[in-house]
């Protein structure tokens, strides 16, 4: 009975501790278990990441991300193509199989700066969750909810963004112990629509806890999309 009793008022501490907490007060806990030193803003470093889709070959990436100088380089290699961008602020350059494509190259493998940018803010937004949840235009809603989802519970983060920046809805799921990410989902404005990314382990670049694999579903029937493995060399 005593011990019946001790597990109940821990239930309902925790409830109460979830209802007292505020969107941006779990994120903040959040972002103290992925980077606690605060060394996202001053990001100097470089990833290596193997993409495994179905029946395709996989993309090995070395993504080396300066964010002090807004530095940007990836080297994507699929099947025997090599695919290499490099934003240099406001520079673009472009290279394929170690030269300078030509523009039949270009629009056969759909090289272009504007998916350069686009790998930019895919990797940089991605591996710098959740700390990119504080840049401007990010709305954070204040309701945190505890949620079952695939037999876990989690603390789960709604987040929107101002029309400028976005339109999505995303869901963060969290460790309610911990703090660490391990779910994120997103949806488009019509029903069932977007994915959601099943985060497993953790890869330490830079004193950052970065997910190490990340893999991707459709949310209408769970049908797999692929994997992104993080790799620390």
Known sequence: MKKLLILLISIVSVQSYTQELTGKQLLDKAIQHHDPNGNWKTFNGTLFVTMETPKRPNRDSEIQINLPEEYFYIKATRGE??????????????????????????KEHKLSCKRANLYKNYYTYLYGLPMKL???????????????????EYLVLKVTY???????????????????????????DKPNSGEYILLTGEEAINGIKMPKNRAWYYNKNDGYLGTDILKNK
């Open 81 to 106: 193509n090599t695919t290499e961008y490099t934003l240099n602020k406001e520079n673009c350059s472009i290279s394929f199989n170690r030269k300078t494509p030509t523009e039949t190259e270009k």
């Open 134 to 152: 504080k840049d401007n235009g990010t709305i954070i809603h204040d309701k945190v909810e505890r949620k079952t989802f695939k037999g876990k």
């Open 162 to 188: 101002d029309q400028k920046v976005g339109s999505d809805t995303w869901y963060f799921y969290f460790n309610p112990k911990t703090y660490a990410m391990e779910v994120y989902q997103f949806f488009k």
